[in-house]
């Protein structure tokens, strides 16, 4: 008896499709090497949204993409008059805060993605932010990170930014900005209905210092006194080189 | 022309640095001086981290003074015995210094820190120069500048010894005492220390001005030489790329402005510096009385 109704769920699960809609998607770039004249750049994401049964009417289908920078330990400062001086006071420290942070939505993100799945995916810049808990104001802190990065363009809510043709083709324009910390920097796709994540894909962008960035970040970080020693070489040689330059122009 | 810079990890224009390169060194051959206290400052306004900034600017520095070290050897004027003390001295204020760096790093208040001293030195200094040098413009033909003659505790400590080329029979004390506040200094404002020194030199040590430049050269070569090293291996905070282009308009900078320099009269270029000095000390305090617009700050762990 329980065999058959074993064998019979195992039918009825292997006869529904695993999701009702499923992320085909691309990404304009892999790789981006970080080299002299770097001065950021833009990836394109698109894809489409694969179904085997027509879509409900309702509700509609919702597109948010997010491209997210290696995540580091930070801390947060506040700074406090203190006999006329203003001094750090405060601080809170944060254990984890992507170094960059793109988010690009079909709408109104707090509209198209409901308070639990955000608690569970992470996709609004705040959940992103992991504090290490204590302090009374912790919050005030972790909103002043968003407004410095949203500042310097290292955080960004771009809402409706996703073009989405006939509930089914998507795109959008992520520009990384010139000031880039190497790393793999995930970007994720999800596809919601009602607030509901209904699937979701992630592609990983590698994105590396290449030829004399590399060579001289790793020196510097590997063989700190080489490295050293390079720079005041190079610190004499030009100063000597000017010296001497000027004495013979002077002659 | 962007240029994305490898250890500070901001890119920035290339000219721009050129630009900051050019005007400091030519400040810096117009008055003699090595022109960190302008380099640090500068180079935080555009963006790039308070660390790298100090470690960059020392090794800025060192090209500036090898440059100017080399033209004042050509002309006898270092005392290098008196060079060697000053740098022993040096040496140790800088390994000081760089621990209290460390130390006010952990307590959150490096920038503070450093504004503070900033304000703190350039302010004395500058108004010290400033009050003398008018002094001595109105002084007209009067002897230029005034040396520490007079019988002082300087003259009454123990280990004495000869310095020749400044004409010198002291305790080697005070000048280890020298070395070591201006490699302190040197330390944790990212500085070579010249407009500290030279003025100690003058007043306290009372070396003859013709020694003065050429040895306090030597002794900054040594010490922000040494300071780029340490930054280099302990916090990994030197970038090469931002040094070679400050460097490369550092060097066309002096070379114009030591020219414009021999025009002018050495009280006129003493106003001139002990100004820009000051301006310096008062743009930094208003940063730090002033509410500012921003009063959180991010720093990485």
Do not use: C
């Not at chain 1, 580091?72 to 984890?96: D, M, Y």
């Not at chain 2, 117009?30 to 020392?58: D, E, S």
């Not at chain 2, 009050?131 to 007209?140: D, H, M, P, Q, W």
């Amino acid at each position: 008896m329980t065999g058959v109704m074993r064998g019979l769920l195992l039918l009825l699960a292997l006869a529904l499709p695993l999701r009702a809609e499923e992320i085909v998607s691309g990404v304009s770039t892999s790789d981006i090497s970080i080299t002299t004249d770097f001065n950021g750049t833009a990836i394109l994401i698109y894809g489409a949204a694969m179904r085997e049964a027509p879509p409900p009417d309702w509700p509609l289908l919702q597109v948010i993409v997010t491209v997210e920078g290696p995540a580091t330990p930070l801390v947060i400062r506040k700074k406090q008059r203190v006999a006329g001086i203003w001094l750090n006071r405060g601080a809170v420290e944060i254990a984890s805060a992507p170094s960059f942070y793109a988010v690009a939505t079909t709408g109104e993100l707090e509209a198209i993605l409901s308070p639990e799945e955000d608690a569970k995916h992470h996709v609004s810049i705040p959940s992103t932010i992991r504090a290490i808990a204590g302090k009374e104001d912790e919050d005030t802190y972790v909103e002043a990170l968003q407004r410095i990065r949203e500042g310097t363009g290292q955080y960004r809510l771009a809402q409706n930014a996703v073009l989405l043709l006939r509930q089914s083709l998507f795109r959008t324009d992520v520009t990384l900005p010139a000031n880039l910390v190497e790393g793999d920097y995930r970007v994720r796709i999800f596809l919601t209905r009602g607030g509901k994540v209904v699937d979701l894909q992630e592609n990983v962008i590698d994105v590396r210092k290449a030829g004399l960035e590399r060579w001289l970040y790793n020196l510097a970080m590997q063989q700190p006194l080489i490295y050293g020693l390079l720079s005041l070489v190079i610190a004499m040689l030009a100063g000597w080189g000017a010296s001497e330059l000027f004495r013979r122009l002077r002659l | 022309m962007q240029l994305y810079l490898p250890i500070a990890e901001v890119s920035v224009n290339a000219f721009l640095l050129l630009g900051i390169g050019g005007f400091v060194g030519f400040l810096s051959g117009m008055f003699g001086v090595g022109g960190g206290f302008l380099i640090t400052p500068l180079l935080m306004l555009i963006g790039v981290p308070p660390g790298v900034a100090v470690a960059t600017g020392a090794n800025q520095v060192v090209a500036s003074s090898i440059s100017g070290v080399l033209a004042q050897f050509k002309r006898r004027a270092v005392d290098m015995k008196m060079g060697t003390v000053l740098t022993v001295g040096g040496l140790v204020g800088s390994t000081f210094g760089g621990w209290v760096f460390d130390l006010m790093g952990r307590a959150g208040q490096t920038d503070v820190f450093v504004q503070l001293s900033y304000v703190l030195f350039l302010g004395l200094i500058g108004a010290m120069m400033l009050t003398e040098s008018l002094r001595a413009l109105r002084r007209v033909g009067a002897p230029k500048v005034r040396r520490g003659r007079v019988h002082s505790i300087v003259h009454d400590l123990p280990f004495k010894v000869k310095f020749r080329a400044s004409g010198l029979y002291i305790s080697v004390l005070p000048p280890l005492m020298a070395g070591f506040v201006v490699g302190f200094l040197s330390a944790i404002m990212g500085v070579g220390g010249g407009f500290i020194m030279v003025p100690l030199m003058i007043y306290v040590l009372g070396m003859p001005t013709k020694v003065v430049v050429g040895t306090s050269l030597f002794q900054i070569t040594f010490v922000t030489a040494y300071t780029t090293l340490v930054h280099a291996v302990t916090h990994h905070t030197v970038d090469m790329m931002l040094a070679l282009l400050l460097i490369l308009g550092g060097v066309i900078g002096a070379q114009i402005g030591t020219k414009v320099g021999v025009r002018l009269k050495a009280e006129q270029l003493r106003v001139l510096l002990s100004l820009l000095v000051l301006m310096v000390a008062v743009k930094i305090g208003f940063d730090l009385i002033l509410t500012p617009a921003e009063l959180y700050s991010v720093t990485l762990r």
